[in-house]
């Protein structure tokens, strides 16, 4: 199955203006034959805290822009929302999964907020894993700072063949992103997509640096300083094939 991440910027706190430009981006992404397409964290407002004016509901207008891009391309569509159910308790930042058909049919709430910038100070953390299968691939969804807690990886890989990180991860720590992407891929066994956005946001700067890596830990893609779409093929036997050749998970404790 192709993947593909999109590689973009973001205007600051204007879900409206960003989904307008990413329209055409999704439409190339889908264009490449990507079965699997994703966008960023928070892809349509920038990882602010201001929850009063960014938060949505489930169904609320980031979403239904997933949806709808989804259903016009017959693809599998995810990003990260902030989104707030109504329950009274802080919003989640929620990877929302939209399947070709337009319907939602994931949500993976960020079990680790991001506390050296706040983020538990304005976002609930998630509770529950969550691996779907798409199109005969094993997806597991995480979310940016996520990436840094090897043992969330560990207790999915046996069911997963791919994860996917969407983040918003600032060019302070950009080698920490690079080297944990691949770190995750080699001792998982698994394919890592990440997904980084490129610009100025909330005073920090992003580079980019996604990346989509295969069970070995070699780039199969990876992107620069600037807006692009990354594609590369991605295989469950591949994944068989490496655990069967090189069986180090089984030792594991």
């Given at each position: 199955?192709?993947?593909?991440a999109?590689?973009?910027?973001?205007?600051?706190?204007?879900?409206?203006?960003?989904?307008?430009?990413?329209?055409?981006?999704?439409?190339?992404?889908?264009?490449?034959?990507?079965?699997?397409?994703?966008?960023?964290e928070?892809?349509?407002?920038?990882?602010?805290?201001?929850?009063?004016?960014?938060?949505?509901?489930?169904?609320?207008?980031?979403?239904?822009?997933?949806?709808?891009?989804?259903?016009e391309?017959?693809?599998?569509?995810a990003?990260?929302?902030?989104?707030?159910?109504?329950?009274?308790?802080k919003?989640?930042?929620?990877?929302?999964?939209?399947?070709?058909?337009?319907?939602?049919?994931?949500?993976?709430?960020?079990?680790?907020?991001?506390?050296?910038?706040?983020e538990?100070?304005?976002?609930?953390?998630?509770?529950s894993?969550?691996?779907?299968?798409?199109?005969?691939?094993?997806?597991?969804?995480?979310?940016?700072?996520?990436?840094?807690?090897?043992?969330?990886?560990?207790?999915?890989?046996?069911?997963?063949?791919?994860?996917?990180?969407?983040?918003?991860?600032?060019?302070?720590?950009?080698?920490?992103?690079?080297?944990?992407?691949?770190?995750?891929?080699i001792?998982?066994?698994?394919?890592?997509?990440?997904?980084?956005?490129?610009?100025?946001?909330?005073?920090?700067?992003?580079?980019?640096?996604?990346?989509?890596?295969?069970?070995?830990?070699?780039?199969?893609?990876?992107?620069?300083?600037?807006?692009?779409?990354?594609?590369?093929?991605?295989?469950?036997?591949?994944?068989?094939?490496?655990?069967?050749?090189?069986?180090?998970?089984?030792?594991?404790?």
């Amino acid at each position: 199955m192709k993947v593909a991440a999109i590689q973009h910027d973001v205007v600051w706190e204007n879900a409206e203006a960003t989904c307008a430009r990413l329209v055409p981006q999704v439409a190339a992404a889908a264009a490449t034959g990507a079965r699997l397409v994703v966008l960023t964290e928070m892809f349509s407002t920038g990882f602010s805290m201001n929850t009063g004016a960014i938060a949505e509901p489930g169904d609320g207008p980031s979403t239904r822009w997933l949806q709808a891009n989804a259903r016009e391309h017959a693809v599998w569509l995810a990003a990260s929302i902030p989104i707030d159910d109504g329950s009274g308790r802080k919003p989640a930042n929620t990877l929302t999964l939209a399947d070709p058909t337009g319907e939602v049919a994931a949500r993976y709430e960020k079990i680790h907020p991001f506390t050296y910038s706040g983020e538990h100070e304005h976002y609930r953390a998630g509770e529950s894993f969550v691996t779907v299968e798409v199109e005969g691939v094993r997806a597991t969804f995480f979310v940016c700072y996520d990436l840094r807690f090897a043992d969330e990886f560990w207790a999915t890989a046996d069911g997963t063949d791919l994860y996917v990180v969407p983040a918003n991860w600032p060019d302070t720590r950009r080698r920490h992103w690079q080297q944990l992407l691949v770190a995750r891929a080699i001792e998982n066994q698994a394919y890592v997509l990440g997904c980084n956005r490129v610009g100025q946001g909330g005073k920090l700067t992003y580079v980019g640096d996604s990346r989509i890596i295969d069970p070995m830990g070699e780039i199969l893609a990876a992107g620069a300083h600037t807006e692009t779409i990354l594609t590369a093929e991605v295989d469950p036997a591949v994944v068989t094939k490496v655990r069967e050749r090189f069986p180090f998970m089984q030792d594991r404790r």
